[in-house]
Nanobody, 127 residues
Framework: QERLVESGGGSAQAGGSLRLSCVASSDIMYSSYCMAWFRQPPGKEREGVAHTHSWGGETYADSVKGRFTISQDSAKPILYLQMNSLNPDDTAMYYC????????????????????WGRGTQVTVSS
């Protein structure tokens, strides 16, 4: 059983927008947790994009600050990533990741910190 399932990827023109969704199993987005979006451009390492946790608050990578917004559905275990003003450098496979338990903000950009991962959704931005 997949614990995290991403959707919403696709192709966009530079300057366009996409919204990614990550549906989590109910036991993940329950009580304390960290959740994040990572991306992996072709031929590059996975990098953190946006992070949130169970008591709110968001953190963003400098490369997406002001353009991307991470949010949680108020009633369902769904994580979103609204991506605006897309540019070709945003082209990557995007992954949803989750850590259950109290969130140690010192590790939010460390992929190894997260226990659960989705399969990813591809985002391609053309100029």
């Amino acid at each position: 059983q997949e614990r995290l399932v991403e959707s919403g990827g696709g192709s966009a023109q530079a300057g366009g927008s996409l919204r990614l969704s990550c549906v989590a199993s109910s036991d993940i987005m329950y009580s304390s947790y960290c959740m994040a979006w990572f991306r992996q451009p072709p031929g590059k390492e996975r990098e953190g994009v946006a992070h949130t946790h169970s008591w709110g608050g968001e953190t963003y990578a400098d490369s997406v600050k002001g353009r991307f917004t991470i949010s949680q559905d108020s009633a369902k275990p769904i994580l979103y990533l609204q991506m605006n003003s897309l540019n070709p450098d945003d082209t990557a496979m995007y992954y949803c990741a989750a850590h259950r338990g109290v969130c140690n903000t010192a590790y939010i950009w460390a992929p190894e910190y997260y226990t659960f991962w989705g399969r990813g959704t591809q985002v391609t931005v053309s100029s």
